[in-house]
Structure formats: C-alpha cells, structure tokens
C-alpha cells in the first residue's frame, strides 16, 4: 500500500525494456539515455547516500553526488538517475567513469530523471509528468551542481533517436509521461540504442 513512509531506503529501480525502434504516439516523451551506471540517491536527515541497481551502498564512490544531494532543500528524497563522466564533447563515457571512481570522483555528475520520495510522501502512485515537476523544482538549474536535471524531449520518437546518432550518442530512452512507478522491467519505460551488438562465430581466418 502506497502513502505516507516513515523511513526512506533503496527502491528497486524501474527497468526500461529493449525495442527497435521509440514507441510514437500521445503522451511519449523522450531522454538521452546516457552510458553509466544507474544510482539511486536516498536522502534523509541531511545524509545522502547513493546505490546502483543491486542496491550496494556506494556514497564514498560518489562525493560529488552525495555533496549535491546533502544540499537540496528538503528533509528526505529519493532520487532516480544515472551517474556518468562527460568526455571531451559532453558525451557521457563510461570507461571514463570506472577510471574517475578511483582518481578523480569529483567530476562524476548525477543525472536525475525520477522522484520516488519527497519530504515524508511517496510519489510512486503520482504521474511521470507529476514527479518530474517536483524533481525539476528539488534539482533547480545550476549548471555548476553534480546532480543535473535530465531534461526530456516531445515529438517523433525516430526524429529524435536520428538526432542522438548523428551527435553520437547512445540511444534515447522513451517513457509514457502518465505512468506510474514500478520496479522492475517495464514496457511503459522503452530504451532505443544507436546501435546494435551482435555475437559472430569465427569459423577461419586468412593471414
């Protein structure tokens, strides 16, 4: 049952599922899917802390974010997004990531997309498009913090998924703007790469 919560902890992420091409229609909007590592920041007290997808405590990989975090105006959150490291052109890049955890964490920034918790209420029930109404107001617009408001896009899904190939980026990730949260895989959440991967069996080689 949904409703006031006395303590906020790790949620279970919701998990975009797999397509070929964006979903078209009404009320779909658009995110740069950004390659790093999903986090979850869980904030209450004035003490932020922040957990991948398995739900591990990673707050000393994260000084920046957990700074950030400590200094929003409110008294306890959960935030959804993706930690990642911008390369020379502001693309994320995650070899750099995993090399910045260790040598220089200050320059990993948050991206966050979804508001699960606020100052004792749970927004799981609320709409996409409610949540990240109040999770624009909670991040503001300071281009100089670690946790960065993930702004979206509205229109032809393949429009938008062309644009990110041509900036080579990595795909984007379409999500009903009325749905709710869930965790879990989820077909309300859809992510579209710029790319595919396939596995090839080496049968010979010719020198």
Known sequence: MFGVIPRVRFIEPQLPSLVEQPPEGKHWIREIKHDGYRS????????????PRNGHDWSDRYPSIVGAASNLCCKSAI?????????????????????????????IILYAFDLLHLDGKDLRQHTLVQRREKLKALVGDSTESRIQFSDEFEGNGAAILKACFSEGLEGIV???????????????WQKTKCFTESIFVVVGTRP
């Open 174 to 188: 379409s999500k009903h703007a009325l749905s709710t949260y869930r965790s879990g895989r989820s077909k309300f």
């Open 79 to 107: 935030i959804d997004g993706e930690a990642i490291v911008h390369d020379e052109y502001g693309r994320s890049d995650f070899e750099s990531l995993q090399s910045a955890m260790k040598t220089r964490p200050h320059s």
């Open 40 to 51: 979850m920041v869980v904030l209450e007290g004035g003490k932020a802390r922040v957990f």
